[in-house]
């Protein structure tokens, strides 16, 4: 199947008001190209140096997702072009984001990654450190930066039961805090988990955004990656 074949594919899978980010990352711009013409205008990288070097060989309405963890050193680098940060899973990764944010006068959207899985190998905060972050105050300070709802990746297993889970624990930490926050955080809507395995578990379990991968692009090669 074509990526275009694919794209419908898990598309059509999809319901209303569920967002596709198509995860590039280790394929070529031409696949990116292949997956734009098809009409796909969200992609996920997780790399920031990868998303630089594609950026500028891409349409400028795509949107850019930075779905993997981000070093607060390569914050300046990546802002300008990113519509969304999904991995932001520190104080001081928000704090460097909103100054960065306001040197070149934007507003950038961001996702608190929380830990779900039973690997100890993610990233993310635990339940606590998000419900500390959540609750001092602290992200309504923030002028640059709007905190627009959760991402989180399900353990790696065979067991559906597991991911299911994880999905919902995170749907339900997710519908906790947009509760108590919706009056001084209306943005927060967003919950960004399902992958090419687990998306429709995700979808299932109450997701807003997937980020699809090898079922859109076919297997990585990491080998060859630049
Ligand atoms: C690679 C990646 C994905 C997509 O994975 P697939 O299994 O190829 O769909 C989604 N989210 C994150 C954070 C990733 O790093």
Redesign the pocket.
Known sequence: MSIAQNLEAVGRQLPNGVQLVA?S?THPVEALQEAYNAGQRAF?E?KVQELLQKQPLMPADVEWHL??HLQTNKVRQVLPYVRMI??VDSQRLLETIDREAQRINRVVDCLLQVHIACEDTKFGLSDQELRRLMDDGLLAQLRNVRVVGLMG?ASFTDSQEQVRTEFRHLRSLFAELRQQHESDMPHFTELSMG???DFLLAVEEGSTMV?????IFGV?NYSTAS
Not at 211 to 215: A, E, P, T, W
Request: zero cysteines; glycine letters at 16%.
């Open positions: 995860v990352k996920g997780n779905i993997g999904h991995s990746m992958m090419s395995h980020r699809v991968g090898s079922l990585r």
